[in-house]
C-alpha cells in the first residue's frame, strides 16, 4: 500500500498503530453493563407484564366468570394479593433506566435506582411478610385456599418474588457500577 505522503517512515514495520486502535477499558466495560443492564430490564418487563395480567385480567375474570357465569372455580384463580398493586409501580425504575442509558444519563440512573429501592424491592420483600402466614399453613397442614390454575397460589407468587428480587438486585448492582464507571469518565474529561 502506497502512503499519500510517499514512502513509509525509516524505522517502523506499520505495526505502531495498534496501540491507537484500542478502545478505553471503561469504555467497554460501560457498553458490557448497559447490556447487561437492559437484558434485566426485559426481564423485568417480563415480570411485570405476567403482574399486570394476572391482577386486571385475572381478578376481573375471576369475579365475572366465578360469581356471575359459574364457568370457572375459586380454585382456578387466586385473587390478588395487596403487595402486588403497589408494585405495579416498579415500571417507573425501568422507565428511567432505558431514558439513561442511550446518553449516559446520571440523574436517570440515580432515579432508577432509588425508585428500584422503593417501588421493585419494598413490595417484595412486603408481599413476602404477606404471605409467610399462608406459606406457613401450606408447609404445615397442606393446606392451600388460592390457586393459580391449580398450584398453590403462594408457592407461586414465592417463586415471582424469589426471581424478581434477583432480578432487581442484579439491576442495582449493575446500575451501581456503571455509574462509577460514568463518574470515572466524567472526572477524566474535567482533569483535561
Not at 495498534?18 to 426485559?42: F, G
Not at 417480563?46 to 380454585?75: D, E, G, P
Not at 436517570?108 to 428500584?116: D, E, G, R, T
Amino acid at each position: 500500500m502506497a502512503s499519500r505522503a510517499g514512502p513509509r517512515a525509516a524505522g517502523t514495520d506499520g505495526s505502531d498503530y495498534q496501540h491507537r486502535e484500542r478502545v478505553a477499558s471503561h469504555y467497554q466495560m460501560s457498553v458490557s453493563l448497559k447490556s447487561e443492564i437492559r437484558k434485566l430490564n426485559i426481564v423485568h418487563l417480563l415480570i411485570w407484564v405476567l403482574m399486570a395480567a394476572q391482577l386486571n385480567v385475572f381478578s376481573f375474570l375471576s369475579q365475572v366468570t366465578v360469581s356471575q357465569l359459574n364457568l370457572v372455580s375459586h380454585k382456578v384463580v387466586a385473587s390478588p394479593y395487596q403487595w402486588e398493586y403497589p408494585y405495579l409501580l416498579s415500571i417507573i425504575p425501568t422507565v428511567f433506566s432505558f431514558l439513561a442509558l442511550p446518553r449516559n444519563n446520571i440523574s436517570y440512573l440515580v432515579i432508577s435506582m432509588i425508585s428500584a429501592g422503593l417501588f421493585c424491592v419494598a413490595p417484595l420483600i412486603y408481599g413476602s411478610m404477606e404471605m409467610f402466614p399462608v406459606a406457613q399453613q401450606l408447609y404445615r397442614h397442606g393446606k392451600a385456599y388460592r390457586f393459580i390454575f391449580g398450584f398453590s397460589a403462594v408457592s407461586v407468587m414465592y417463586l415471582v418474588i424469589v426471581i424478581a428480587v434477583q432480578v432487581h438486585g442484579w439491576q442495582i448492582y449493575y446500575s451501581k457500577k456503571l455509574l462509577d464507571q460514568w463518574f470515572t469518565t466524567t472526572q477524566e474529561k474535567k482533569k483535561k
